[in-house]
């Protein structure tokens, strides 16, 4: 059975810097694509980041270049979200998902998305 659960969110001023885990489980992800959301409340979904379990190219929403780093660890089934120079705006529940290769493209890499964990809030306030 394919799962994804999210761990390591907190609480954080502004300014600082958090890592997010993403263990997951029942599957190779040399043939997924692996990919961080987050929604803050009121607002929609967005993809923040992605990783290619193929080759392990990156995506990243503008929003968060610069700021933010998706790796892999494949020897402990994890995919990390280092979170930095981090804002209030960033405050969010933070969900990592799963595309499978067939259903997933570089181009459109926040779409595809089949299993999803459920989330670990970020809260960036003074």
């Known amino acids: 059975q394919l799962q994804l659960v999210e761990s390591w969110g907190g609480s954080v001023q502004p300014g600082g810097s958090l890592r997010l885990s993403c263990a997951y489980s029942g599957f190779t992800l040399d043939f997924f694509a692996i990919a961080w959301f987050r929604q803050a409340p009121g607002k929609e979904r967005e993809g923040v980041s992605c990783?290619?379990?193929?080759?392990?190219?990156?995506y990243y929403a503008d929003s968060v270049k610069g700021r933010f780093t998706i790796s892999r660890d494949n020897a402990k089934n994890t995919v990390y979200l280092q979170m930095n120079s981090l804002k209030p705006e960033d405050t969010a529940v933070y969900y990592c998902a799963a595309a499978h290769q067939d259903n997933w493209s570089r181009y459109f890499w926040t779409y595809g998305m089949d299993y999803w964990g459920k989330g670990t809030l970020v809260t960036v306030s003074s």
């Open positions: 990783i290619s379990g193929s080759d392990g190219s990156t």
